[in-house]
């Protein structure tokens, strides 16, 4: 039985299939580029029911959701017949949000008999456990990454954001549908609002969402994230331990080092 | 007995200062400054206890705080003895958030005999109630409000922000610390990750927090976030009715019209 990635942007489909005994089949989303893997297979939302029979035919039994992937504008002239009867569920799931859509997109696959895995099953590597991974935390960080673990978990309950950026208990930006790269941007950008650095640098906390399926849509960080978060002035990153995908973890904690911030996995 | 003003910066102090009878003492903090007002008797935090004796002494018996305070850094150096021993809990409610400094602020005028009052009892106009005050709101756009209330009462419940705005049931953007005009701001850069305008433009949404003391901190809205709003690209503007000050109303009115935006207080 095949393993299929349905790769969208960005490392972490190349990361799962490195970790994978058997070569998945890579399908894509049109316009979307899954860096490092070769695509095997293209799809689009509007003909999701001839795709899904695509991936039968080519034996794969088993589906893993991986890496971003930006809500397509449909058109109505592409859909077939049998995926046109499931738009309405679709578009329900849409307007309700990023959860509920993944969640509708998981029901239609296992509907057509697809068993849909998540990142634990196929590389459990990656989501690291508890314990600080570079340089150390104070109890001002402990204080910060308190604070924002509540305000994670309050966002994540309206399905807004994963991440959140505090200091001194100072909620400076919060994560929507623009991500964490324009968080940290613009945490860098906030000039003479930021509290006395002196008195604890702050931090950047990711989390999932509290009761989120974990087969899709985990929280991910690396190596980009951390230039981020220096070029931001923070003292570091905090991430709910098992729950948070860190792309090359020895990059990130080599990187953290010189960059002199934290990366904690908090249990 | 006299009123006192603790004014912040912006135009509500003065918009307060007009709807008064009689004339108020206007108070303001060291560095923060009160458009179209005159300034009575400054003030710095730490030394709170000898401003509170000087607004006896001026025969206030009444204060309403008003107008944006930048969290001031506090010099040791400056402190007075009695000031310096309310300073564990002063400290302590910074490190837990605006709500929590406010809330002690209020508690240490009270204390000291001054009844502290809102914007409900000094100038209720200021508040509109339940109506679409400008332009017309579709079903996507309650729709959109609906979501984006339920967002705002999230993150209010853990002390963040009173603002988001959502299109299409996307949350595009959630005010943090650096504010509405910042936020609108990044949502006017948010490029390809923009719903598709053809099916609604989408919404900023304010209220205050869940179970905030109404006396203090009540969201304030103005003519500068319409322009805000329509530079980020937005429908318009919707509102907790009763709970959103706003400031110049007429104005926000003229504002909406030319600029082709609902101005919208959802009851």
Chains 1, 2 share one sequence.
Do not use: N
């Not at 305000?151 to 994560?175: F, K, M, P, S, Y």
Request: glycine fraction near 12%; hydrophobic fraction near 50%; charge should be negative.
């Amino acid at each position: 039985m095949r393993t299929a990635i349905i790769a969208g942007e960005g490392r972490l489909p190349a990361a799962l299939a490195a970790g994978m005994a058997e070569p998945p089949l890579v399908a894509a989303m049109d316009g979307s580029a899954p860096e490092g893997l070769t695509v095997d297979l293209r799809f689009r939302v509007e003909r999701l029911v001839p795709f899904l029979r695509a991936l039968e035919r080519d034996g794969v039994g088993q589906v893993i959701f991986a890496g971003a992937v930006t809500r397509p504008r449909l058109d109505p002239a592409l859909l077939d017949e049998a995926t046109a009867s499931l738009l309405p569920r679709l578009m329900a799931a849409m307007a309700a949000g990023d959860d509920a859509t993944l969640r509708v997109v998981i029901e239609l696959f296992e509907e057509s008999g697809f068993s849909v895995v998540g990142v634990e099953a196929i590389a459990p590597a990656l989501l690291p456990g508890a314990g600080v991974l570079a340089g150390s935390v104070s109890p001002h960080d402990e204080a910060d990454a308190a604070r924002a673990a509540a305000i994670v978990a309050a966002l994540g309950a309206v399905d807004v954001g994963q991440g959140a950026v505090v200091a001194q208990g100072l909620c400076l930006a919060v994560e929507a549908l623009p991500g964490t790269d324009a968080m940290l941007a613009e945490v860098a950008g906030i000039g003479a609002l930021r509290p006395d650095p002196a008195r604890g640098r702050g931090l950047f906390y990711k989390a999932a969402k509290p009761g989120q399926d974990r087969r899709i849509d985990l929280p991910t960080i690396g190596p980009e994230t951390l230039r981020g978060v220096a070029a931001a002035g923070l003292g570091g990153v905090a991430f709910e331990a098992g729950s948070v995908i860190c792309l090359d973890l020895p990059e990130m904690v080599r990187l953290a080092g010189g960059l002199g911030l934290f990366l904690w996995a908090r249990g």
